[in-house]
């Protein structure tokens, strides 16, 4: 048996950029962050059967590998050229769907482990890679590439990708103070609402004009950690938000803008949705003194997301071969 687990991630700024139809013609660059909330993947050699038996929100139980339902399941066994006679198990400590990263952290864990099954040494770079020729080229996913590369390598970096697709990996090497500071300062809290991000993100890739200032405030955000200015960060979220709420009016909601409104006056600098938007995880950056803030999320009926940064990346945890 082997056992894989991948972080997902928080977005700090320039999200949406890593989008092919954004970064083809003008560039990606953004700021990202793995958190220590996980998918773990297992994949087991069935001694003496021969078929698939596939474990997530739903059981599948296949002969051949063309069969299965799952669709990241499916192409990361025809990607790896994994055949049958094995068992594979997924569990997250995030529901899916709620702009953390799930699926690009399930894929890369996946792959992770199926290339380990098969005795084979893959990178961080190739790995996120394959994950995104599954997502984007082979089912044509509207998505980007931040998900797959931050739940591969991990930390807290600078991403860029230029005309062509190549991507280029810059870990930000914060001060351990600065670390801390955010991890005391930026809080999460989860929303209990549940999205299909890919209509947002069709439509989010049309919006050029505002990407560009997206793009613009994620350079400034990345200045602005380097410097350990988390109010000018917090300010920059709350302007993040302002222009991402124009793109769709599926990224809020009048629940939401209430929320984001109280945070606001219980002391939060700023905020946004993560991942797509509409649902999902709200996060909120607060310098000062925070009990005022929890009390009224509490009193809102939000779940405070307790989190550290992961610097490790995808990884092995356990390899019984």
Not at 144 to 167: C, E, L, P, R
Not at 191 to 199: A, F, L, P, Q
Not at 203 to 213: A, C, F
Not at 286 to 303: A, D, H, W, Y
Request: proline fraction near 2%; hydrophobic fraction near 35%.
């Amino acid at each position: 048996m082997i056992i894989t687990r991948s972080p997902f991630r928080i977005s700090l700024g320039g999200g949406g950029t890593d989008l092919p139809s954004y970064y083809t013609k003008h560039g990606c660059s953004l700021i990202t962050a793995a958190i220590d909330k996980y998918m773990y993947v297992s994949v087991n050699k069935l001694a003496v059967e021969d078929f698939i038996r596939l474990k997530y929100s739903q059981t599948e139980k296949v002969e051949r590998v063309g069969e299965l339902q799952h669709e990241l399941a499916r192409e990361s066994l025809k990607l790896t050229g994994t055949k049958t006679g094995l068992e594979i198990a997924s569990m997250a400590d995030i529901p899916a769907g709620t702009g953390l990263g799930s699926s690009g952290s399930y894929t890369v864990a996946l792959l992770k482990a199926l290339h380990t099954l098969k005795k084979e040494v893959i990178s961080a770079e190739k790995l996120a890679e394959e994950a995104c020729y599954i997502e984007m080229d082979i089912l044509g996913k509207p998505v980007g590439k931040q998900d797959q590369y931050i739940a591969s390598f991990g930390g807290i970096i600078q991403m860029k990708i230029d005309k062509k697709g190549n991507v280029e990996i810059k870990p930000l090497n914060l001060p351990l103070g600065v670390i801390k500071g955010l991890e005391n300062d930026i809080l999460l809290w989860y929303t209990d609402i549940r999205r299909e991000s890919y209509k947002i993100l069709k439509e989010k890739s049309k919006k050029i004009r505002m990407l560009n200032k997206i793009k613009e405030i994620g350079e400034a955000s990345r200045i602005a950690l380097q410097n350990g200015n988390t109010e000018l960060f917090g300010r920059l979220l709350d302007r993040h938000w302002r222009i991402k709420k124009t793109i769709s009016d599926k990224i809020s909601s009048s629940k939401i803008d209430y929320w984001y409104e109280i945070a606001k006056k219980s002391g939060a600098i700023g905020g946004k949705i993560m991942g797509a938007g509409g649902g999902g995880f709200f996060m909120f950056c607060c310098p000062g003194n925070k009990k005022f803030l929890r009390e009224k999320m509490k009193e809102e009926g939000l779940k405070e997301l307790d989190w550290r940064f992961d610097f490790e990346g995808t990884k092995i945890l356990a390899n019984f071969d």
